[in-house]
């Protein structure tokens, strides 16, 4: 019997905010420590590079802000669909 649509939005829900999640995190990470650091006097650029998409020769630079933009719908549409109701397991 195929599992029902809730139950496979929710697993799939489970795969992927991990995965959009972790350059969200990233990017504010990078942007609170900088910030941190240069309160202290110390300029960390490299993580302003961090935070802006240029991962050493990876330059996602030019596409890290819609890349970001897409991945916050992501998560959002995705904890959305848990907000559908459930199906009834059959009495």
Request: net charge neutral; glycine share 8%; proline share 4%.
């Given at each position: 019997m195929p599992r029902p649509l809730s139950t496979r939005l929710r697993t799939l829900h489970r795969v992927l905010v991990p995965v959009a999640a972790a350059p969200l995190l990233l990017t504010a990470a990078s942007?609170?420590?900088?910030?941190?650091?240069?309160e202290r006097g110390i300029d960390a650029f490299w993580l302003i590079k961090i935070h802006t998409g240029r991962f050493g020769p990876i330059n996602l630079q030019?596409?890290?802000?819609?890349?970001?933009g897409v991945l916050t719908l992501?998560?959002?549409?995705?904890?959305?669909?848990?907000?559908l109701p459930r199906g009834r397991a059959p009495s």
């Open positions: 942007g609170s420590l900088y910030s941190l650091l240069l030019p596409y890290y802000s819609v890349l970001l992501v998560v959002i549409a995705s904890g959305a669909t848990l907000l």
